[in-house]
């Protein structure tokens, strides 16, 4: 399995971007998909989170309102709507796959998810 990150880039506070992450290798409709993200100098962060169904959905609370997380098993690819961006959402965005579909564990922990993209950077300027 592979996991291909994309959509990054250099935006102002209050503006929108999507995060793109195409899957390749397996068999796409039947993974958990989760967006994780790294500041700087900090540890790595859950940012959201899709089963296999596309019926769980999870966020972390910075997130809330703003991020939306979806999936297009047609185009075997996970989505990271992100609006009305802070400053503080600069980081490496990773997208991760768990094979299982989210179905056990906490979807927020990174040991749940056995393949990981390479990351794209987002930086939002103030």
């Known amino acids: 399995v592979q996991l291909q990150a994309s959509g990054g880039g250099l935006v102002q506070a209050g503006e929108s971007l999507r995060l793109s992450c195409a899957a390749s290798?397996?068999?796409?409709?039947?993974?958990?998909m989760g967006w994780f993200r790294q500041a700087p100098g900090k540890e790595r962060e859950f940012v959201a989170s899709?089963?296999?169904?596309?019926?769980?959905?999870y966020s972390v609370d910075s997130v809330k309102g703003r991020f939306t997380i979806s999936r297009d098993n047609a185009k075997n690819t996970v989505y990271l709507q992100m609006n009305n961006l802070k400053p503080e959402d600069t980081a490496v965005y990773y997208c991760?796959?768990?094979?299982?579909?989210?179905?056990?564990?906490?979807?927020?922990?990174?040991?749940?998810?056995?393949?990981w993209g390479q990351g794209t950077q987002l930086t939002v300027s103030s």
């Open positions: 290798g397996g068999t796409f409709s039947t993974y958990g």
């Open positions: 899709i089963s296999w169904t596309g019926d769980s959905i």
């Open positions: 991760a796959a768990d094979l299982a579909g989210l179905r056990w564990g906490l979807p927020s922990n990174g040991r749940n998810y056995e393949y």
